[in-house]
Nanobody, 126 residues
Framework: VQLQASGGGLVQAGGSLRLSCAASGHTTFSRYTMGWFRQAPGEEREFVAAIRGNGGSTHYADSVKGRFTISRDNAKSAVYLQMNSLKPEDTAVYYC???????????????????WGQGTQVTVSS
């Protein structure tokens, strides 16, 4: 699976951005759990959100719950991250990731995802 993230940019605090991640190289996108992670300079990569293959189950980090929404369109082999009420602490490179064999306890662990996109920079100014 090849993943291509896009949609990052510079936004003021309180603003919104929508990240997209397009998947290619497969025919069973709906079988993949998709995740978004982020990494700020000098920090470890951290979990942001995940969504199961059928879109029926979503999971969020406490820091983004209520502000970010993950969704997917299996017909387009794409996953999205709508980010509202952005804060300066949301500044990071955002990565999308995919895996087929994730149990619930593994969803938030970057090490459990086999496939990664290249990342897109999100910068929130105060």
């Amino acid at each position: 699976v090849q993943l291509q993230a896009s949609g990052g940019g510079l936004v003021q605090a309180g603003g919104s951005l929508r990240l997209s991640c397009a998947a290619s190289g497969h025919t069973t996108f709906s079988r993949y759990t998709m995740g978004w992670f982020r990494q700020a300079p000098g920090e470890e990569r951290e979990f942001v959100a995940a969504i199961r293959g059928n879109g029926g189950s979503t999971h969020y980090a406490d820091s983004v719950k209520g502000r970010f929404t993950i969704s997917r369109d299996n017909a387009k082999s794409a996953v999205y991250l709508q980010m509202n009420s952005l804060k300066p602490e949301d500044t990071a490179v955002y990565y999308c990731a995919a895996d087929r064999q994730l149990i619930l306890s593994a969803l938030r662990s970057a090490q459990q995802y086999a496939f990664w996109g290249q990342g897109t920079q999100v910068t929130v100014s105060s």
